[in-house]
C-alpha cells in the first residue's frame, strides 16, 4: 500500500485537523430529537413496571431481578443499541454468593457482669467468609474513627497492636469536628464503613463493630436493621483473603452499655476520638460472638447496551451512563407490606437510563464517541454490579472517559436548580455547566456532603478506578413552593420511605421535575461524548493518579 505524506497545520497534522472539524460538526448537531424523547409518559411507564409488585422488590437472584434484567435489556434492543459482549446478549454474568446471618453478641465486664444486646432490636451481624462461620473471643479495643490518614495528620492506631481484638469504631469522620482536619462537613472516604473495615483486616483485627448514632450516620437505626437483617450478597471470589470475619452494628444505647461495663463514659470516649492526640481504648471488656451463615453461590447480571459513535477514532472511547436496578426485594413487614419496591432507589434512576438510551437513539446523526449504558445489580449490597464491572470492563477503562451515574429521579416537580455530585473533582463540570445553561437551571453541588452521597452510589466504583465520575441527582428550590419544602420532602422521603416498603409508585408523581432531570444528563452525556478533550481530574485530587 503507497504512504502519502499529509500537509501540516499549526498545532498538529492533517489527520487532526480532519478529526477536529469532524468533532465540531457533531458538537454542532441539533439535539431536539433526542431531548423529545425524554417524556415524562415515558419515563412514566419504565416507573410504573420496574417498581410493580410484579417485580417483588428486584433483589439479586430472585425472580424480580430476572425480570429486570430482562425488561432492561429489551428496551436496549428496542431503542437500537447493539451488545456490549460482541455477542447477542446484553448481560453480564456476575458472580455472586448470599449469605443469611444467624448471629450472637455477648459482653463481659472484668468484674463479671455481663451483656447481650437484642438482634435487630440492639445490634445486627454479618461476615463475608465464605467458610460461612466466625466466631469471636477477644477484647473490646475502641479505636474512635478507625482511620489512618497520613495526609491528613491523623492516625487513630498509633501503631497499637491490635491483631486478634474486636475494633469498637465511630461512623463517619472527625471533619465537621476538627478544624483544618478532613474536609469539614464533606465527608471522606475514611468515613466509609468499607474503608475502616479494610483497614482493620490490614491490620488483623478479630472483628469490628460500628456504633450508630444518628448524628454520625444520618439514617435512623431502622434502616440500619431492614438493610442488614436480611440475606447478604457479595461477589463471590475462591479467596477469602482480607476478610475480617464478623462485622456488626450496635447501637448507641447498647454501645453507652458496653462502655459503661469497663467504667468509661461514651460522651468522653466521644470527645478524645475528635483530638489527633487519641490512642485507642483497651476497655477489658471481652466480647464472646458467634455467627452462623447459610451460604448460596448464584449469577446475576449487569445489563449492558452500546451506542457505537459516529466518529472512526473517536468511537473507541465511551461515556458512561449507569444505575442500579436492584432493590431490597421481600422482607420484614411494615403495616402487612412486606414488598420493598424501591421506587426512587433506584427504579427511577433506570427508568431514566431506559428514557436516555432512547434519546440518542433517536439522534439523526449519533454523537462523535460511543455511549455505554450500563444497569448494573447488587448495588445496595455494596455496589457489587459497579466493581465487578470495574474489574471485568467490556470497554477498557483507559477508554472510559466519564462516568454519569443515576440514582433518584426527582418526582415532586419542577425546580430551579439541578444537583451534580462530584463535578467540581474534574472538567465533567465544564459539561454540566453547559447542559444547566442551555436548559435554564441554577447548578448547584453537594446539599448534604457530610452524609458521603459521593461515595454511596456506582459513581464511585468508577472512581476508584481514575475514571472521572458524577452523580446527576435533582435540585431542591421547587417551584411554586415555599424555601426549604425541598429539603423537607427529602428529608421526608428519608424518615418514612428509604429502605422501606413505602418507597412505592404513586400515579399522583409530578414528574415535571423528572423530565428536567433527563435532559440535563442528556445534555452532559451529549457534551463529553462530542467535546474534543478528554475530561480530566483536577489537580490535587485524590483519584487524579489512579492508573487506568
Known sequence: MKRFRTASFPGGSFATLMLLVAVAGCANQDASPGLEAITAPAFDAHLRFLSSDLLEGRAPGTRGSELAASYIA????????????????????VPLVAWTPEARLAFRAPGGASFRPRYGDEFVAWSEDTTGTADVDSELVFVGYGIHAPEWGWDDYK??????????????????????????????????SAYKLE????????????????????????VIRSSLMRERVGLYSESDSGVTPLRAWVNQDAAEQVVSMASLGFSTLLETARSDKFRPVP????????????????????????????????????????AHYDHLGIGEAVDSDSIYNGTYDNASGVAMLLCLAEAFGRLPRRPARSILFLAVTAEESGLLGSRYYVD?????????????????????????????LGAERSSVREAAVQAARAENLRLEGDHSPEQGYLYRSDQFSFMRAGVP???????????????????????????LSYHKPDDEYDPDFDLRGAVQQGRFAFRIGLGLANGPDRPVWRDGDEFRDVPR
Open 74 to 93: 429489551n428496551q436496549f434492543a428496542l431503542a437500537g443499541l447493539v451488545p456490549a459482549l460482541g455477542d447477542s446478549s446484553f448481560r453480564q454474568s
Open 469 to 495: 465520575a458524577i452523580m446527576v441527582g435533582h435540585g431542591l428550590d421547587f417551584i411554586g413552593r415555599m424555601p426549604g419544602w425541598g429539603e423537607q420532602m427529602v428529608q421526608e422521603y428519608i424518615d
Open 392 to 420: 471485568n470492563p467490556l470497554v477498557p477503562l483507559a477508554r472510559s472517559i466519564a462516568n454519569v451515574n443515576l440514582d433518584g429521579v426527582n418526582l415532586w416537580g419542577a425546580t430551579e436548580d439541578v444537583t451534580v
Open 283 to 322: 476497655t477489658g471488656v471481652r466480647v464472646s460472638a458467634s455467627l452462623r451463615n447459610a451460604t448460596r453461590r448464584f449469577v446475576d447480571f449487569n445489563v449492558v447496551g452500546l451506542l457505537p459513535g459516529s466518529d472512526p477514532q473517536l468511537a473507541r472511547e465511551v461515556v458512561l451512563f449507569t
Open 159 to 192: 501503631d497499637v497492636d491490635v491483631s486478634g481484638r474486636v475494633l469498637l469504631v465511630l461512623a463517619s469522620d472527625p471533619g465537621p469536628w476538627v478544624p483544618g482536619r478532613f474536609r469539614s462537613d464533606t465527608l471522606t472516604y475514611y468515613g466509609l
Open 199 to 222: 483497614e482493620a483486616a490490614r491490620r488483623g483485627a478479630a472483628a469490628v463493630i460500628f456504633v450508630h448514632t444518628p448524628e454520625t450516620v444520618g439514617v435512623g437505626w431502622s
